[in-house]
């Protein structure tokens, strides 16, 4: 799969499934344009990209502040005069119970950045994706389809199956533009997110138990998939839902 010179978007790339999709992105000959809040985490898969393809250009934005959306688009085209692919995966969590009282706080930080921004930046991505006959790869979860056992992570699950719903109606809104959008729903993944728990041991072994595989996958693994739809290869596929869970839906 070459994607020499094309210009790809990956948010969320300072760590975990972004930060590999945008070094599997620049080892197929892609400008990527890394996106992340982290500065050193940024340097460091930037570093990376250097050593396999083009030195991507660094986007310090937080993806939830609409300023800060506009000018991921902004200096992308302005960098490159394009826009071949946007992977949108930037997403959060965070501990949130819907008995306490302070759950819409948490519940609008979640939405703002795992449904809201991805949104937003779509829109703002479409005139320069209808130009190149482009596409969207947007990065939802298996929470999204089955939220068995996720009942202390209600908005996440929530943002995941509205990220998903929005791809599907998004889609069909713009294949006659050429346009393919698609979406991948990751199991457990050895990820950040997962990473800064107190209980990531813990929880990693329940994870595995929750599979049919009784396993979590790698980021690289998720960035393949990624990579795949984001290519020739996958040029009938719209609208469509990947799933790469381990077999957690057929348990």
Do not use: W
């Not at 310090?60 to 005069?81: L, Q, Y």
């Not at 939405?111 to 939802?140: C, D, E, F, Q, W």
């Not at 329940?206 to 990579?227: G, N, Y």
């Amino acid at each position: 799969m070459s994607f020499e010179n094309k210009v790809v978007i990956v948010t969320g790339s300072s760590s975990g499934i972004g930060a590999s999709t945008a070094i599997e992105f620049a080892k197929e000959g892609a400008q990527v344009v890394l996106v992340g809040r982290n500065e050193a985490k940024l340097k460091n898969v930037l570093e990376q990209c250097e050593k396999v393809g083009k030195k991507p250009l660094v986007v310090k934005a937080d993806v939830s502040n609409d300023d800060d959306a506009r000018i991921i688009i902004n200096k992308t085209i302005e960098h490159f005069e394009k826009l071949d692919v946007l992977v949108n995966n930037a997403g959060t969590d965070e501990e949130h119970d819907i008995l306490k009282d302070d759950f819409m706080e948490s519940h609008d930080r979640i939405m703002n950045i795992n449904l809201r921004a991805p949104v937003y930046i779509t829109h703002l991505a479409i005139p320069y994706l209808i130009k190149s006959k482009g596409n969207i790869i947007n990065v939802a979860s298996v929470v999204g389809i089955v939220t068995g056992g996720f009942e202390d992570s209600t908005s996440y699950c929530i943002s995941k199956a509205g990220i998903s719903h929005f791809s599907r109606s998004v889609a069909l809104k713009l294949a006659p533009y050429g346009i393919r959008v698609n979406i991948v729903s990751p199991g457990p993944v050895y990820t950040d997110i997962l990473n800064h728990s107190s209980q990531k041991d813990v929880m990693y072994e329940q994870f595995k138990l929750a599979t049919a595989l009784k396993r979590v996958s790698e980021p690289k693994e998720i960035a393949d998939l990624i990579l795949f739809l984001a290519s020739d290869k996958a040029k009938g596929i719209t609208g469509s839902n990947f799933v790469a869970d381990n077999g957690i839906l057929v348990k």
